[in-house]
């Protein structure tokens, strides 16, 4: 599975919108991408998952290039129970494992 | 149960003793996954099944590890011969399918080894 960047942490102000960036330029036809978030003491959390279109549900949006090198996942109004680690993964449509890589700290503040 | 349930959710054990952890998956999910997170670290995988293939079990850290998944749904992983450095949390989840499914977490178990 293609390997993800991700800055290791980034503030947003309560009720603005989170733009949290990923690259994974060395993605391949058939891996989606998929981010997760991890609050504090708890199991990671589903957000959204996408190929090759936008997409956006009642979480989140996400963001991918025409060329599919990079992603942003959209928190449109953020809350200060956003405050989370949030991971950016690809993985085939194949069976394999879902590998976390450092994720991006996103502290949302007053 | 909705979600993915794990048991027990707090483990204190002595070292050099055995442990099982639980997993009890979504009904009809066919893809399960361990994974550990030790103290302020990232999510370290351990082990994946799906259906009847064979597990991916390259996550193992040592042999003192191992997992099964009873009927396709219920996994037990169990650790030997406890060592203070498997105290962690250790996370299950299961998803319909790979490819375009998400994965449900449990709430993990903490295991302490003392």
């Known amino acids: 599975d293609a390997k993800t960047t991700q800055p290791p942490s980034m503030d947003c102000a309560e009720g603005r919108a989170a733009n949290l960036p990923c690259n994974h330029s060395t993605i391949s036809g058939n891996e989606y991408v998929y981010w997760y978030r991890q609050i504090h003491s708890q199991g990671p959390q589903y957000i959204i998952h996408?190929?090759?279109n936008n997409e956006t549900n009642e979480m989140a949006s996400l963001i991918i290039t025409e060329d599919r090198k990079s992603s942003t996942l959209i928190l449109p109004h953020a809350t200060l129970r956003d405050t989370a680690v949030y991971y950016c993964i690809v993985r085939g449509d194949s069976w394999g494992k879902l590998q976390f890589g450092a994720g991006t700290q996103v502290v949302v503040t007053p | 149960g909705a979600g993915v349930s794990q048991s027990p959710s707090n483990k204190v054990t002595e070292k050099g003793k055995d442990v099982e952890l639980r997993c009890d998956p979504i009904?009809?999910?066919?893809?399960l996954y361990w994974y550990r997170q030790s103290l302020g670290q990232g999510l370290e995988f351990l082990i994946y099944f799906q259906g009847n293939s064979a597990p991916d079990k390259s996550g193992l850290p040592s042999d003192r590890f191992s997992a099964e998944r009873t009927g396709g749904s219920v996994s037990t992983l169990t650790i030997q011969r406890t060592q203070q450095e498997d105290s962690a949390v250790y996370l299950c989840?299961?998803?319909?399918?790979?490819?375009?499914?998400?994965?449900?977490f449990g709430q993990g178990t903490r295991l302490t080894v003392v």
């Open positions: 996408g190929l090759k």
């Open positions: 989840a299961s998803s319909y399918r790979t490819g375009g499914a998400e994965a449900f």
């Open positions: 009904s009809g999910h066919t893809a």
